[in-house]
């Protein structure tokens, strides 16, 4: 039943990869290996990451949305 459905993404901070962590706290998205964070809307807060976040898309062209 599920087989063709679109399995939402997990985000990835874009310096090495990791998986983001949402921050209850300071409503804020923060990378566990290396300390970047970014904001609930994916715009860069600090560093060592140099950009903001960008949505994935598949290989039809959807974007993938992250489950909340």
Known sequence: ATAN??????KRCPHLGCALKWNPAEHSWDCPCH?????KSGRLL???ANGD??????NSGFILKDRK
């Open 46 to 48: 600090e560093n060592p």
């Open 5 to 10: 459905l679109l399995t939402p993404t997990k």
């Open 35 to 39: 300390g970047s964070r970014f904001t």
């Open 53 to 58: 976040l960008k949505n994935k898309k598949d």
